[in-house]
């Protein structure tokens, strides 16, 4: 008997992903809240049931009702009412809560790819960047600016022999003058002036026929 009860709470039955530590840490959750969020992200299909509630989590229905209702006001649940004719039933989503991670995530990469960004410049220009150079890449970042195109400008600037900012905000000023939304766009544009260049140079000026 001692057994079987050992083996029933080692049994890994509940599952508490990753992305809600920092959901719970960020939304202040209290114990109840987490010990229902916990269980209905567990379930397939999540229903308010307060008998089967309280046998696995041992929330009382006071506890659960108050803690569905703070959840729900957080918006990381949200009860649907569905009609199938003359038939309602109430129907759980934890859409706002998966929303609530994904967002999480999104942002944890777009830092990522800012650091790998910043690293980037360090390596090329061979030295720390200054707080103000870090300003001005944010400042490319959060107005939208493909990464690709500041990336190029950056190799553009290298080419020339210049680790300098302002060179390279000049260079991406020119492009945005010139309409270049792709780094496609900057390459073939590049590509057709060096061989207007060639053709230039190729012609035979002496031979007048």
């Not at 790998?116 to 720390?128: A, M, P, Q, W």
């Not at 400042?139 to 600037?157: F, R």
Request: proline content about 1%; aromatic content about 10%.
């Amino acid at each position: 008997m001692t057994d079987l009860i050992f083996n029933v709470i080692k049994n890994k039955d509940y599952v508490i992903r990753p992305f809600l530590f920092k959901i719970i840490k960020e939304q202040n959750l209290n114990v109840n809240e987490v010990l229902l969020l916990i269980y209905l992200s567990n379930q397939e299909h999540p229903e308010l049931d307060l008998k089967l509630i309280n046998r696995v989590t041992s929330l009382n229905n006071e506890e659960i009702l108050s803690s569905f209702s703070s959840l729900s006001k957080k918006n990381l649940i949200k009860t649907i009412i569905k009609k199938d004719g003359d038939r309602v039933t109430e129907e759980i989503t934890l859409e706002g809560l998966y929303m609530i991670g994904a967002n999480n995530i999104n942002k944890v990469i777009e830092k990522s790819h800012e650091q790998n960004i910043f690293e980037l410049f360090e390596s090329e220009f061979g030295r720390t960047l200054s707080p103000i150079e870090g300003e001005i890449i944010n400042a490319w970042i959060n107005s939208g600016m493909d990464e690709e195109i500041i990336k190029e400008a950056l190799k553009e600037a290298t080419y020339n022999g210049v680790s300098n900012l302002r060179y390279i905000d000049k260079i991406i000023y020119e492009w945005n003058k010139k309409g270049y939304k792709t780094v496609e766009e900057i390459r073939n544009n590049k590509f057709k002036k060096e061989e207007k260049v060639n053709t230039f140079f190729e012609c035979d000026w002496l031979d007048e026929n």
